[in-house]
């Protein structure tokens, strides 16, 4: 199976910039997608960004279109989301996400890192 590993989480003031990693270990594919999803208190988990493991194709949810980018570093099995800009309304648990096959759901979730935006 494939292990995930968050970090880069923390709060910080509305306008600022943080940096999430997520490590990937274990029995991965070579065409695996890897994928950013939220949780905010009281609310559904959604959908943040994805990116296919040549860097292709990138997805992004329309709140973070512009504010958000995603990046990976193949020799690391690691992806980034920087975060720029950042709302209030973007404090929630971010975990990562893989996608074995780029099938469109999600296989393996890491436990998450805390991000607090205040004002």
């Known amino acids: 199976q494939v292990q995930l590993v968050e970090s880069g989480g923390g709060s910080v003031q509305a306008g600022g910039s943080l940096r999430l990693s997520c490590a990937a270990s274990?029995?991965?594919?070579?065409?695996?997608?890897m994928g950013w999803f939220r949780q905010a208190p009281g609310k559904e988990r959604e959908f943040v960004a994805a990116?296919?493991?040549?860097?292709?194709?990138?997805n992004y949810a329309g709140s973070v279109k512009g504010r958000f980018t995603i990046s990976r570093d193949n020799a690391k099995n690691t992806v980034y989301l920087q975060m720029n800009s950042l709302k209030p309304e973007d404090t929630a648990v971010y975990y990562c996400a893989v996608d074995l096959m780029d099938k469109g759901t999600y296989d393996y979730w890491g436990q998450g890192t805390q991000v607090t935006v205040f004002s």
């Open positions: 274990g029995r991965t594919f070579k065409t695996y997608v």
């Open positions: 990116i296919s493991w040549s860097g292709a194709r990138t």
